[in-house]
């Protein structure tokens, strides 16, 4: 009998039955991923004991030899993995991550230039209703509402006439490549800061199959948990000028003690992200992710941009006559988790959206390839043109169930960590 179950058993059957979701669904969710069982083990530690404020060798309290050395190897592997000087792994996420970078280099009233949410950004780079848009007013760009892509003219054009004090790029619903050099270019040209939030992509370029900002962009933020597949959680990487700085706003500027055990296991994914197994991973969600984009767009639905170079793609619900809450529900009847999202160009607020988020990490890290992403966009076309026949979802969901317990037959051990636990 497991602790957890001794204990507390109601807690323990909630664990349990988020296990069983997870093995039974299939996870299109762009942001999601499954943390290896090194992973999970070294989040589980006593680690999670310690306090530790401060950064290796400068601590607020004794017996931190131990953290400060699992810090300073996160923070080394990290750093390797993507070219910086310097990186701090102590954000608790990709959010305060992106707080510290904006308490580091800005003042209140300083503007940012960024990505509206609308067209796929992300609303800690200045929405209003964050408090960086409270902080730091945002002027934002937007993707050409005819191609789905960024416009670097456009966004030069709006650097030269507004002087933002820093410019953002990275983004969470884009499907294709960010051009880094045009950005630095662009921060260069107008006296900007530059900052990249590398979050969603960040595995794909640890593996060296999507370009990278290292070397060309000082500021960088990330999470950890999404293509890089580790846990929960976010770091800065920066420029060693930065870097007194950013360790300062992380703590005690937004943070008090950090999260010990998860950067326990921060070190292990960086790790686990710099093998050539992790490679071939990475490569297989980028052809993933082509399949299934070609798959849809041979049912005839639409997707931005024509289709990703990425993990991810956006499917228009628009000529379904659909909306992106009736998907994902009538998806999610059907055992397959997708997140709507505002379709790029339309200027949707979530509350009613046209489009609909696919992503390849986490089906990827199960082990699938070509052929299931082939069968995945097929049963995804049934259910979004019989979203409200009962009888047809009901059979989808069989058709995942039988899909996703071959796959976990076969190759996938990231689900199998809880395995025997009553
Ligand atoms: C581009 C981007 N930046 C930052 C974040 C925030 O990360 P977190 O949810 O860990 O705070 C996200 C999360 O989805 C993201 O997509």
Same mark, same amino acid.
């Given at each position: 009998?497991?602790?957890?179950?001794?204990?507390? @058993?109601?807690?323990?059957?909630?664990?349990?039955?988020?296990?069983?979701?997870?093995?039974?669904?299939?996870?299109?969710?762009?942001?999601?991923?499954?943390?290896? @069982?090194?992973?999970?083990?070294?989040?589980?530690?006593?680690?999670?004991?310690?306090?530790?404020?401060?950064?290796?060798?400068?601590?607020?309290?004794?017996?931190?030899?131990?953290?400060?050395? %699992? $810090?300073?190897?996160?923070?080394?592997?990290?750093?390797?993995?993507?070219?910086?000087?310097?990186?701090?792994?102590?954000?608790?996420?990709?959010?305060?991550?992106?707080?510290?970078?904006?308490?580091?280099?800005?003042?209140?009233?300083?503007?940012?230039?960024?990505?509206?949410?609308?067209?796929?950004?992300?609303?800690?780079?200045?929405?209003? $209703?964050?408090?960086?848009?409270?902080?730091?007013?945002? =002027?934002?760009?937007?993707?050409?509402?005819?191609?789905?892509?960024?416009?670097?003219?456009?966004?030069?054009?709006?650097?030269?006439?507004?002087?933002?004090?820093?410019?953002?790029?990275?983004?969470?619903?884009?499907?294709?490549?960010?051009?880094?050099?045009?950005?630095?270019?662009?921060?260069?040209?107008?006296?900007?800061?530059?900052?990249?939030?590398?979050?969603?992509?960040?595995?794909?370029?640890?593996?060296?199959?999507? @370009?990278?900002?290292?070397?060309?962009?000082?500021?960088?933020?990330?999470?950890?948990?999404?293509?890089?597949?580790?846990?929960?959680?976010?770091?800065?990487?920066?420029?060693?000028?930065?870097?007194?700085?950013?360790?300062?706003? =992380?703590?005690?500027?937004?943070?008090?003690?950090?999260?010990?055990?998860?950067?326990?296991?921060?070190?292990?994914?960086?790790?686990?992200?710099? +093998?050539? $197994?992790?490679?071939?991973?990475?490569?297989?969600?980028?052809?993933?992710?082509?399949?299934?984009?070609? +798959?849809?767009?041979?049912?005839?639905?639409?997707?931005?941009?024509?289709?990703?170079?990425?993990?991810?793609? %956006?499917?228009?619900? $628009?000529?379904?006559?659909?909306?992106?809450?009736?998907?994902?529900?009538?998806?999610?009847?059907?055992?397959?988790?997708?997140?709507?999202?505002?379709?790029?160009?339309?200027?949707?607020?979530?509350?009613?959206?046209?489009?609909?988020?696919?992503?390849?990490?986490?089906?990827?890290?199960?082990?699938?390839?070509?052929?299931?992403?082939?069968?995945?966009?097929?049963? %995804?076309?049934?259910?979004?043109?019989?979203?409200?026949?009962?009888?047809?979802?009901?059979? =989808?969901?069989?058709? =995942?169930?039988?899909?996703?317990?071959?796959?976990?037959?076969?190759?996938?051990?990231?689900?199998?960590?809880?395995?025997?636990?009553?």
């Amino acid at each position: 009998m497991s602790p957890l179950f001794s204990t507390d @058993p109601p807690t323990n059957a909630l664990v349990l039955s988020e296990q069983k979701r997870q093995r039974e669904t299939l996870t299109l969710i762009a942001s999601e991923n499954y943390a290896s @069982p090194a992973v999970l083990e070294a989040a589980g530690t006593v680690y999670t004991n310690k306090y530790a404020d401060g950064v290796p060798g400068h601590r607020d309290y004794p017996g931190c030899g131990p953290c400060d050395e %699992i $810090e300073e190897l996160a923070r080394q592997r990290l750093c390797a993995l993507f070219g910086t000087e310097y990186a701090n792994v102590q954000p608790y996420c990709g959010s305060i991550a992106n707080s510290a970078v904006f308490l580091a280099t800005l003042r209140p009233g300083d503007t940012l230039l960024s990505m509206s949410v609308e067209d796929g950004g992300h609303p800690t780079h200045g929405s209003p $209703e964050n408090l960086s848009g409270r902080l730091y007013p945002a =002027v934002r760009y937007g993707v050409d509402p005819a191609s789905g892509l960024i416009d670097e003219a456009e966004i030069a054009a709006l650097a030269k006439k507004e002087r933002p004090k820093m410019l953002i790029c990275g983004a969470s619903s884009y499907p294709r490549r960010i051009d880094f050099r045009a950005f630095a270019e662009i921060a260069g040209e107008t006296g900007a800061l530059c900052l990249a939030d590398i979050a969603h992509v960040a595995g794909l370029i640890a593996a060296g199959v999507y @370009p990278s900002p290292g070397g060309r962009i000082p500021l960088i933020t990330t999470t950890t948990h999404k293509t890089l597949r580790g846990p929960r959680g976010g770091a800065v990487l920066c420029d060693a000028t930065y870097a007194e700085a950013i360790d300062a706003a =992380v703590y005690p500027g937004l943070q008090g003690g950090p999260l010990m055990h998860i950067i326990a296991a921060k070190a292990v994914c960086f790790a686990e992200a710099a +093998t050539a $197994e992790f490679r071939g991973y990475a490569d297989q969600v980028l052809t993933n992710a082509t399949v299934l984009a070609k +798959t849809l767009d041979g049912e005839g639905i639409g997707l931005a941009t024509g289709g990703t170079d990425t993990h991810l793609m %956006i499917a228009d619900l $628009e000529g379904i006559g659909l909306s992106g809450e009736e998907a994902e529900r009538a998806l999610e009847a059907a055992g397959i988790c997708a997140d709507r999202c505002p379709f790029p160009g339309r200027n949707e607020d979530y509350v009613r959206t046209s489009g609909i988020r696919f992503g390849t990490p986490a089906a990827t890290s199960r082990g699938m390839g070509d052929e299931e992403m082939r069968a995945i966009g097929h049963l %995804i076309a049934t259910v979004l043109r019989k979203s409200g026949d009962p009888t047809t979802l009901a059979a =989808v969901r069989a058709e =995942v169930a039988a899909l996703v317990s071959h796959m976990q037959r076969t190759t996938c051990v990231y689900l199998a960590s809880l395995d025997g636990r009553t």
